[in-house]
């Protein structure tokens, strides 16, 4: 038996997790799956009604579940920061979900951006480090509001934190068994005191996986091949910050945020698992947002969790309906949400 914690959160949130847990529990009953589901009111709703983003109690409560499937966090009537540094970082920073987990991969059917790109050319994993670098929040103001104001925020990077991403990557590598490469993005030749331990780090690190080739990009430099030649990317690892930008430019070349999922990894502990694409407030209620990038959040649950075949089905399914679809967008794909997981969810019956 899995136990999942669920918190729908806000706008679309609820919509599109309906799906996934419809999805889910399909492939609960194919492959002899037992979960038990828990939701939590977590969200902007809550805030605005006890002035608290997580009671105090969440965390330890969290710990308890074998993993956690979030639909959307954001508000439209709550201030930016309050609730994704309240509810998104806490949760991250506090269960040590020390990896975000973001596949980008072009499914058949899928536009992208990319010209004379398909499916064989982008087809990549970024493993960002997630509870350090500018995101741990040490800093302060100086002269607030004045003309002599001083804002600084410091980058934290810890050979226990570097290291421990590093090995997570390389092993990934290892097991995706396609080139076996594995990127370090960084910026070495500026930030010559944070990004100078991750190098070490990684060369250090290198000779305990002699079957997987190592390859280094400036950040600036990944952007761009990411665009030109996304074929080139096996596995990029790369710090907080740096993994937070390039991996929304992957959303986008593989075909946007209602295709978009991720994890929030904690290997010894409770992950986290999460559509992309936000709480898109104003579709909520009206059954047009796309639900695909959920039901890939719980694709990728499986996977964490051990369930390789029923994630392989699950994936297949998605594919298949893609297929049917007319597009990713929201209100453009031909079918509402609700008849976009049943597709899928019945396809696991095929």
Request: glycine fraction near 12%.
């Amino acid at each position: 038996m899995y136990k999942i914690a669920v918190i729908p959160g806000d706008g679309t949130g609820p919509e599109v997790v309906r799906e996934g847990l419809k999805v889910l529990r399909r492939a609960a009953e194919r492959f002899d799956i037992s979960f038990s589901f828990t939701e939590f009111d977590y969200g902007g709703e809550r805030y605005l009604k006890t002035g608290e983003a997580l009671p105090a109690d969440a965390v330890d409560t969290l710990r308890g579940f074998d993993a956690i499937f979030l639909g959307a966090i954001g508000h439209p009537e709550v201030k930016p920061g309050v609730l994704e540094t309240g509810i998104l970082l806490r949760l991250r920073f506090e269960l040590d979900q020390y990896i975000n987990l973001r596949p980008v991969k072009l499914y058949p059917n899928v536009e992208t951006p990319l010209a004379n790109k398909g499916p064989e050319h982008i087809d990549f994993v970024v493993v960002r480090e997630n509870t350090e670098d500018l995101y741990v929040g040490v800093g302060g103001f100086f002269k607030k509001g004045t003309p002599d104001e001083v804002a600084m925020q410091e980058m934290i990077a810890t050979r226990k934190g570097v290291e421990r991403c590093l090995r997570y990557a390389f092993e990934l590598t290892r097991r995706r068994n396609r080139e076996k490469k594995l990127t370090l993005c960084a910026k070495t030749n500026v930030l010559t005191y944070a990004h100078d331990l991750w190098w070490r780090a990684f060369n250090e690190i290198a000779p305990d996986y002699p079957d997987v080739k190592t390859d280094y990009a400036h950040v600036d430099a990944t952007t761009m091949w990411m665009v030109k030649n996304p074929e080139w990317f096996d596995v990029i690892v790369t710090p907080n910050m740096f993994g937070d930008i390039i991996t929304d430019l992957g959303a986008m070349i593989q075909g946007g945020m209602g295709v978009a999922a991720g994890g929030n990894i904690n290997p010894e502990g409770v992950s986290m698992f999460e559509p992309i694409g936000g709480s898109a407030p104003k579709y909520t209620g009206k059954g047009i947002i796309n639900p695909v990038a959920a039901i890939l959040a719980g694709h990728m649950m499986l996977q964490v969790l051990g369930e390789q075949k029923a994630a392989d089905a699950v994936e297949r399914s998605v594919v298949a309906a893609i297929g049917r679809m007319k597009s990713m967008g929201a209100g453009q794909m031909g079918y509402s949400t609700s008849e976009i997981g049943d597709m899928i969810a019945d396809g696991l019956d095929g």
